[in-house]
């Protein structure tokens, strides 16, 4: 059976910091590309970063410079420092494993960014 279960959501203020982590089992975690997405309220999901099985990077425009996708294969985890957050970041993140044509989906981890 195959999980995704992230961690280190929560509510941070203007200008503060998060890391997300999002554990995987049950696959071969070293050849699936994975990342992350969000969904913020009354929006659809969208792309925030992916990092492949070589670790290739790639970001959104919205949090290049700010968020850092990296992984571990050694804890088949894949994290998301999240620095300089602002209230537009405030969404439920999700993680992501991809190796076409397979794909899953963690349930999600909740981000608020308030005062």
């Known amino acids: 059976q195959v999980q995704l279960v992230e961690s280190g959501g929560g509510l941070v203020q203007p200008g503060g910091s998060l890391r997300l982590s999002c554990a995987a089992s049950?696959?071969?975690?070293?050849?699936?590309?994975t990342g992350w997405y969000r969904q913020a309220p009354g929006k659809q999901r969208e792309f925030v970063a992916t990092?492949?099985?070589?670790?290739?990077?790639e970001y959104a425009d919205s949090v290049r410079g700010r968020f850092t996708i990296s992984r571990d294969h050694s804890k088949n985890t894949v994290y998301l420092p999240m620095n300089s957050l602002k209230p537009e970041d405030t969404a439920v993140y999700y993680c992501?494993?991809?190796?076409?044509?397979?794909?899953?989906w963690g349930q999600g981890s909740r981000v608020t960014v308030s005062p």
């Open positions: 992501n494993a991809e190796f076409l044509p397979q794909g899953y």
């Open positions: 049950g696959i071969i975690f070293n050849i699936y590309k």
């Open positions: 990092i492949s099985s070589g670790s290739s990077t």
